[in-house]
């Protein structure tokens, strides 16, 4: 069991259910929704509804450190900002579990050593394949580049959709929601955040 709650860094207290289990709780919840497990058409979507949940979830799995720990310093002395834009994703909201859409942009600015460029988007699905908040992520993608890159400075902003805001409740279509989360040099420079805001622009 130790194993298995280890494969959960995002803090799951208990063992993993079983794929048996995670069927049956499909089966309930067709059930309860009003429609019937046993009809042709839904036989076998216990399992690929759990199938699609272990991808959807996947992110569990994985550590942004074991992602972003091969970096690189043979840059020529590049020391200015990297910057990532329009890194699509999908998450899912933790209040309603329905999808979140959107864009991350992602920036730092060197200090010796570059990380590799799809380093940054595989971060960005690692706490997108997560149940989640815009604002947690947001802050979760920032820090962990801060932490393992130690550059001058991280900015992300994330621009994205809630379904749970678009397809039921308030139902306000196309709306997005926009997130930021600054350190070092980003948050202490006017001029460096000020660069991040132009440069993501079209
Ligand atoms: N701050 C924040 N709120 C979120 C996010 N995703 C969903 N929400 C909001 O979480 C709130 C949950 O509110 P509740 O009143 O507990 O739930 P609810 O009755 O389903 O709320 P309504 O969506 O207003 O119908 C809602 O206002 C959602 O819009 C997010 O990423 N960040
Ligand atoms: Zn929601």
């Excluded at 972003?68 to 579990?97: K, N, Q, W």
């Excluded at 990380?115 to 962990?144: F, N």
Aim: hydrophobic share 40%; proline share 4%.
């Amino acid at each position: 069991m130790d194993a298995i709650v280890k494969n959960f860094p995002a803090g799951q207290k208990q063992a993993r259910p079983t794929q048996q289990e995670a069927e049956e709780a499909v089966r309930l919840l067709l059930r309860w929704a009003g429609d019937d497990p046993t009809r042709e058409g839904l036989l076998d979507t216990p399992k690929r509804v759990a199938a699609a949940y272990r991808e959807l979830f996947s992110g569990y799995e994985q550590t942004p450190e074991e992602i972003l720990g091969r970096t690189f310093e043979e840059v020529a002395g590049y020391d200015d900002m990297v910057l990532v834009r329009d890194i699509p994703f999908f998450s899912h909201c933790e209040h309603h579990m329905v999808p979140i859409i959107g864009k991350a942009h992602v920036a730092y600015l060197p200090k010796g050593r570059v990380l590799g460029l799809s380093k940054i988007a595989r971060v960005v699905d690692v706490y997108g394949r997560r149940l989640q908040t815009q604002e947690a992520m947001t802050a979760q993608i920032t820090h962990a580049i801060q932490e393992v890159l130690q550059p001058r400075g991280v900015a992300v902003m994330i621009d994205a959709e809630h379904m749970c805001m678009s397809m039921r409740g308030i139902q306000k279509q196309g709306s997005t929601t926009l997130t930021t989360t600054f350190t070092g040099e980003f948050q202490n420079n006017a001029a460096e955040q000020a660069r991040f805001l132009t440069m993501i622009r079209r």
